[in-house]
C-alpha cells in the first residue's frame, strides 16, 4: 500500500503535460514491443514453416527410396526363386541347342567367363559371333533367348560385311548363379 501512495502523490506532482508525455512513451513502448514479439513470432513461423518443407521433402525422397528398395527386393526374390528352380541350368548347353536348331554349327564360336558379382552373385558370361547369318535366323536367335527367363543379353553388335548380303552377329549373354558351381 505504501508502494501506491508514493505512486499516487508522484503522480500528482506532475503537471498534465508531463503526464500526457509519459502517457505516449508508455504506449510508444507497448507499441513497439507488441510489435517486436509479433515480428517474433511471424520470423519463427517462417522458420518452421521452411524446416516443415525441408522435411516433408526428405519425407517423400524416402519414402521413394523405401518403395524403390521393397521393388528391387521383391526382384530379388524372384530372381531367386527362378535360380533356385533352374539350379542345373548351363548357359553353353542352352546356347547349343539353339545353334543346332538352326543348323549354325560351324559358323558360331563362342566363349564363356565368370565373374562375382558385388550383389553376391555368379554372372557366367558367353561371349558369341555368329557369321554369315540372315536377319531372319538373328531375331530368332534373339527370340528363343528371351524366352529363357533367367538368361539376359548384355550386349550386342551386328555388323554387315560389304560384299556379302548376309550379317555378322557378336553378342554376350549371361545368366545369374547363387553360388559358384563348376560347369
Known amino acids: 500500500m505504501k508502494f501506491l501512495n508514493i505512486l499516487q502523490e508522484r503522480l500528482a506532482s506532475f503537471e498534465k503535460k508531463e503526464i500526457v508525455r509519459f502517457g505516449f512513451i508508455y504506449l510508444a513502448v507497448c507499441v513497439v514491443t507488441v510489435a517486436g514479439i509479433i515480428g517474433y513470432y511471424v520470423y519463427s513461423l517462417q522458420e518452421m514453416k521452411g ?4 522435411l516433408n521433402k526428405s519425407r517423400n525422397s524416402i519414402q521413394t527410396i523405401f518403395t524403390q528398395y521393397q521393388v528391387v527386393k521383391q526382384q530379388k526374390n524372384k530372381v531367386d526363386e527362378a535360380l533356385k528352380q533352374n539350379s542345373k541350368f548351363n548357359i553353353v548347353r542352352f546356347f547349343q541347342d539353339i545353334i543346332q536348331k538352326k543348323s549354325l554349327t560351324n559358323q558360331t564360336t563362342t566363349k564363356v567367363s565368370r565373374q562375382q558379382l558385388p550383389n553376391g552373385y555368379l554372372e557366367e558370361n558367353l561371349q558369341i559371333v555368329i557369321n554369315q547369318i ?5 531375331c530368332e536367335i534373339l527370340y528363343e533367348i528371351q524366352q529363357e527367363s533367367i538368361v539376359y543379353i548384355v550386349s550386342i553388335d551386328v555388323t554387315k560385311p560389304n560384299f556379302v548380303k548376309k550379317i555378322n552377329l557378336s553378342m554376350a549373354i549371361a545368366t545369374l548363379r547363387a553360388e559358384e558351381q563348376s560347369t
Not at 524446416?51 to 525441408?54: G, M, T, Y
Not at 540372315?134 to 538373328?138: A, S
Request: charged share 35%.
Open 51 to 54: 524446416k516443415i518443407a525441408l
Open 134 to 138: 540372315d536377319t531372319k535366323i538373328m
